[in-house]
């Protein structure tokens, strides 16, 4: 009798625990932003471009997809009223990450990626794209935002060409950067010469690692930019601020970072979601550098070759180019199954990583030459999640 009754207060707890146990799952499921839709993946649905009436919107929607400095999408594009053949591409000086990037060198790069991307959607539409870098001139470094507002970075312009299947196009809907892990096996010495290949003639140059004693330096390089990086918090304050918590910001910003981007998807996400969004603090301070840490050196542990590309000088104009071979790299990479994933912080110019920077320069880069993208590139073991994008009509200057 009285083990019977004992048994039924067991049951009782039990119960009441589990339910408190799925009660506080929905609660975090809910907070988390579970049931929302995510209007901030629309661009990368297939037909989200062919609602544009005009096709240079159209081009744009593509360009909008393709990788970008702290997905702050720094973009605007002016569409020539005069000439419907015709619009120009702006950066975006007030969506500058200023802390990581004083030189705006990522920004520059973010352009050109844009570009390869605008020229590749063209080809599909039948368009030719007739890319002009710096139409009216370059920057004024002194008042460099300034004239960001008032220089194009590009004018394109469109004249009728072949409609062609081009085999890049597919592949612009697929996530660029991907941090999760990679396979073992480093892309063979083929599919290294068909990357190489890409390089132009306009001074620009690619470099890849695959032997044992490269990974190791660049990975301790790798390692020590991260570990800076975590250690200033202006730089790292900067990135947490952009950080979307749940899926009610995403949809609001529809640009800079989420858990997505770590590799965390489906119920995991919702739930982790619903935490930071009950304890804010989580994604920021000391808990945020730790795992930015962790996770590059899980990165680094993991990773089969790294891949660099240079440029000759440094000027807007190469940091431009550079970002359409980034884009024409990660491209081509998809079709062979590569991906990629860029590791910014040893190239990056603020006070405290310089020496580093310096180093590394030094040991990657002939004189004169710099080094405007470093990543790594492999196989991956899971395929990337897409990451927020703004309505392409955002992107649209008066
Ligand atoms: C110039 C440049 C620098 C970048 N640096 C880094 C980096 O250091 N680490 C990283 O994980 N991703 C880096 N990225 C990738 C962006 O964070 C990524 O493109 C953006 O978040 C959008 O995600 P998606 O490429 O998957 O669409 C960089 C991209 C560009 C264009």
């Not at 592949?171 to 010469?193: C, H, V």
């Amino acid at each position: 009798m009285k083990c019977s009754s004992g048994k039924k207060t067991l049951f009782k707890i039990l119960t009441c625990a589990l339910g408190a146990g799925i009660s506080m799952m929905f609660l975090l499921f809910i907070l988390g932003g579970g049931f929302m839709k995510q209007t901030y993946l629309e661009p990368w649905n297939r037909d989200y471009a062919s609602h544009m009436a005009d096709p240079r919107v159209r081009l744009a929607a593509a360009g909008l997809l393709a990788a970008n400095n702290h997905n702050m999408q720094p973009w605007k594009v002016k569409l020539d009223q005069e000439d419907p053949m015709v619009f120009y591409l702006y950066a975006d000086g007030s969506r500058a990450t200023k802390e990581v990037d004083p030189l705006y060198r990522q920004l520059m790069i973010t352009q050109g990626t844009f570009l390869e991307y605008v020229k590749v959607a063209g080809e599909k539409e039948g368009f030719h794209t007739d890319i002009t870098i710096f139409p009216e001139g370059d920057y004024e470094e002194d008042s460099i935002l300034q004239s960001m507002d008032q220089k194009p970075v590009a004018r394109i312009l469109l004249s009728p060409g072949n409609m062609e299947e081009s085999p890049l196009y597919p592949e612009m809907f697929l996530a660029d950067t991907n941090r999760g892990n990679y396979k073992k096996e480093a892309p063979d010495p083929s599919q290294i010469s068909v990357l190489l290949n890409l390089s132009d003639e306009n001074g620009l140059s690619m470099k890849f690692y695959t032997d044992h004693d490269n990974l190791k330096k660049i990975g301790k390089y790798v390692m020590e930019g991260a570990e800076i990086e975590a250690g200033v918090t202006r730089v790292m304050d900067e990135s947490n601020a952009i950080f979307r918590t749940n899926e009610k910001e995403k949809n609001q910003y529809r640009f800079g970072y989420s858990l997505e981007g770590q590799g965390v998807s489906g119920l995991k996400k919702c739930m982790l979601q619903g935490i930071i969004t009950l304890f804010p603090t989580l994604k920021e301070g000391k808990g945020a550098s730790e795992n930015f840490i962790r996770y590059t050196k899980t990165a680094v542990t993991h990773t089969p070759s790294y891949a660099m590309i240079l440029s000759r000088d440094n000027s807007r104009t190469d940091q431009v180019r550079s970002g359409m071979l980034y884009s024409r790299l990660v491209l081509t990479g998809h079709t062979l199954d590569l991906t990629m994933q860029p590791l910014s912080q040893v190239l990056e110019e603020y006070p405290e990583m310089k020496q580093t920077y310096e180093n590394f320069n030094h040991e990657y880069a002939s004189r004169g030459q710099t080094v405007q993208m470093l990543l790594r590139i492999g196989k991956p073991v899971k395929p990337a999640p897409y990451s927020m994008r703004r309505d392409v009509l955002s992107l649209i200057k008066e």
